[in-house]
């Protein structure tokens, strides 16, 4: 059955792998699958046609036969369990992978998210400029937290894993900020994300459709 994602027609980041379809890309990519990728205008988006497949009407989507899914984490959990090459063989290790799928979106993304919101959605609030160092200080809690569990290893538990696709994506939100050059620990390993190959053909596919 043929996979078909849903992608920004034009990122607001300009192609720069923040897009969430980044994440459903890679995590395809990682695993040899081929898919297909259906461009949806930001008006197109809070149409019926596309609510029906995101109540929300946000991207991505994930299509497979009579599947639909939305929210990268359970579309990247769909993939991994089901495909070989994003989860370890043992139950143990698997259980763990996706206790760090979740950890990245619950826990580390949120305050970043919160930084993001701030600055581009309420810059031109009152509160923004008194908030800003709270938000800032909260992710270099999280942040150190992280860098202390990641430690001298290149992956957080073994090799490579969905649950590093995950975390790397939600940190690569952090790079414009200078935020995660505070952690060197964590600046590399986001950037041993970056250069596998999965990664950056996913990168190259959603930079092409945002290309001048």
Not at 25 to 32: F, K, Q
Not at 70 to 99: V, W, Y
């Amino acid at each position: 059955m043929t996979i078909t994602i849903t992608a920004f027609e034009k990122s607001p980041d300009g192609g720069q792998g923040l897009a969430r379809d980044t994440r459903v890309r890679w995590a395809l990519e990682e695993a040899g699958l081929a898919y297909d990728v259906r461009l949806v205008s930001f008006a197109a988006m809070k149409q019926p046609a596309h609510r029906a497949l995101h109540p929300f009407g946000q991207i991505p989507t994930y299509e497979e036969g009579d599947l639909v899914l939305f929210e990268t984490g359970a579309i990247l959990l769909h993939i991994a369990q089901s495909h070989n090459g994003l989860l370890p063989a043992d139950s143990d290790g698997r259980a763990r992978a996706m206790m760090w799928i979740f950890a990245a979106l619950n826990t580390v993304e949120p305050p970043i998210l919160e930084l993001s919101t701030s600055r581009y959605a309420e810059g031109d609030k009152p509160w923004t400029q008194e908030r800003l160092p709270l938000i800032k200080d909260r992710i270099r809690a999280t942040l150190q937290q992280l860098s202390d569990a990641l430690g001298n290893a290149d992956w957080l538990d073994g090799d490579f894993s969905a649950g590093d696709l995950m975390m790397a994506s939600v940190l690569l939100r952090l790079r414009a900020s200078g935020l995660l050059d505070e952690y060197p620990n964590l600046a590399a390993y986001v950037a041993r994300g970056e250069a596998r190959p999965a990664y950056q053909r996913a990168f190259a596919a959603q930079l092409a459709i945002n290309a001048p």
